[in-house]
């Protein structure tokens, strides 16, 4: 029998352009010798925003983006046997060619026009396609049912842009019967308006920071103006989680029809977290600012996509085998997963254990945790080579609506499906915020238990 060509040796390269900034990925598969990687890189153009016009992205940028990213990957992408002609080189082998490029590029990306224009221009081998809602529908789809999530939702939450994508399953009578789409967003078309959201009434309400308004001002200003990308100021951290949280009780009070009861429906529920914010808040209070924002319980799988490789490679890999790029398997996407458990509580009993349950593998000690209120436990998971068991039992009369023995029982599987940490969230419903900053600050350290502001 012939072998599918695709299954042999490939490289290929995808790219997204959104945010004002280049994502690139580079995956090789040779499934003969089961090896297969991503590389990735990320470019920021907000560092050169200033000289962004009509002229800027044209052949000279795209040669020199392509020259650095040869050495970026250690890998022969353009063909320079003829001079000034440009041309990517065919695939040969590993480190040595590519069998195909596809850029995309954010239908909301500044300046969209001048880059689709200068990529045809540049290069006919590029593929070029548009991130818009139908393909984040056709995305999320193809991602359901690969992934196997009855539903799933994608959360991008970027400065000035927040947007959730969700497809659920549909049953009539208990019978599947098809998936439906929807799509909340919540924007700001420019910097000044962006500031200008401190006068929101509702910030402060949120912030664990007590500094001056001039202060507060002048930190979101110069955050908002300098885009960085790495935070090492507690109170500018703070600002952000605020803001966060803000935007995301915005878009569920506007669209709460198309979000709850996410997470209370379905066993197989997954929630993408994707965007520059979150990259720089981490998992713990990223996740905190979306169930406080959204106001979401049950229970569901959150994976990080900090790198937007869904974005990229994620229709590529829902397709399988009928791919036409590169055929890519589960062990690239599915790492690194937070399973967040958000049960219901009979009452505020204080420091009540709800929760307690084992850690166990071949390789590793058997280690026991807990689980007390009101506490928004983030549990880091033991890196294990073999399969890893997590059981635990709900106590005190917090229970799950998806669950109808009350335990959880999960599997990581390394190459497959890994987790690496749970979050527990023990805090009695409703979430109350206020009425100051101080009091805010008292119930962060008790929650989060290493907060600091």
């Given amino acids: 029998m012939a ?31 089961d090896r297969e990687y991503i590389l990735s890189d990320f470019t920021d153009l ?3 925003r ?21 050495k970026v990957f250690n890998w022969n992408i353009v063909d320079r046997s003829k001079e000034g002609l440009f041309t990517f080189r065919k695939f040969a082998d590993e480190g040595d060619g590519i069998t195909g490029m596809r850029i995309q590029i954010d239908d909301n990306q500044e300046y969209f026009d001048q880059i689709f224009k200068s990529v045809r221009d540049f290069s006919l081998d590029i593929t070029l396609r548009v991130v818009d809602d139908k393909y984040m529908e056709t995305l999320l789809k193809g991602l359901s049912q690969r992934l196997d999530y009855e539903d799933i939702m994608y959360i991008d939450m970027d400065l000035y842009d927040f947007s959730i994508y969700r497809v659920m399953d549909t049953y009539d009578k208990k019978k599947k019967v098809g998936q439906s789409f929807a799509k909340a967003e919540k924007s700001w078309p420019t910097e000044m308006s962006a500031i200008d959201s401190l006068k929101d009434s509702r910030f402060k309400a949120f912030l664990a920071t ?20 790495v935070v090492s100021d507690r109170n500018v951290e703070d600002v952000i989680r605020s803001y966060m949280t803000i935007q995301n009780f915005s878009v569920y009070t ?9 997470g ?12 520059t914010l979150p990259r720089i808040l981490g998992k713990k209070r990223t996740l905190l600012s979306i169930i406080d924002g ?3 319980a049950g229970e569901f799988d959150a994976i990080f996509d900090l790198d937007s490789r869904f974005l990229t490679f994620g229709k590529t890999y829902s397709t399988g085998l009928e791919s036409t790029d590169i055929i890519l398997t589960k062990k690239d996407f599915l790492t690194g997963i937070t399973k967040v458990i958000i049960p219901d509580l009979p009452k505020e009993d204080k420091n009540k254990v709800i929760m307690e349950g084992i850690i166990e593998s071949v390789d590793i000690t058997k280690k026991e945790f807990y689980v007390l209120t009101p506490n928004f436990s983030f549990i880091e998971l033991p890196r294990h080579k073999e399969k890893l068991l997590i059981e635990a039992n709900f106590k ?14 999960l599997i990581s599987v390394p190459n497959s499906k890994v987790y690496d940490s749970i979050l527990v969230d023990a805090r009695p419903r409703p979430i109350i915020y206020g009425p100051d900053a101080y009091t805010n600050k008292i119930k962060l350290q008790r929650w989060l238990d290493d907060y600091k502001a």
Avoid: V
């Avoid at 959104?18 to 499934?31: E, F, Q, R, V």
């Avoid at 005190?396 to 029982?409: I, M």
């Fill in 46 to 48: 907000n560092n050169i």
């Fill in 50 to 70: 200033f000289t962004l016009d009509d002229d800027f992205f044209n052949n000279n940028f795209w040669y020199q983006y392509f020259d650095n990213l040869e």
């Fill in 254 to 262: 506007d669209n709460k029809q198309k979000i709850e009861k996410f």
């Fill in 264 to 275: 209370m429906t379905f066993n197989k529920t997954a929630l993408i977290i994707g965007g």
């Fill in 3 to 33: 072998q599918l060509s695709l299954l042999e040796k490939n490289a290929y390269i995808s790219i997204i352009i959104k945010d004002n900034g280049i994502w690139t990925h580079l995956a090789y598969t040779d499934h003969n010798a």
């Fill in 396 to 409: 005190n009369g917090a229970k799950l609506s998806t669950s109808w023995d009350q335990k959880l029982n």
């Fill in 294 to 296: 959204l106001e979401l």
């Fill in 210 to 229: 007590d500094i001056s308004t001039r202060e507060l001002t002048n930190l979101w200003s110069n955050f908002i103006l300098d885009k960085p990308l």
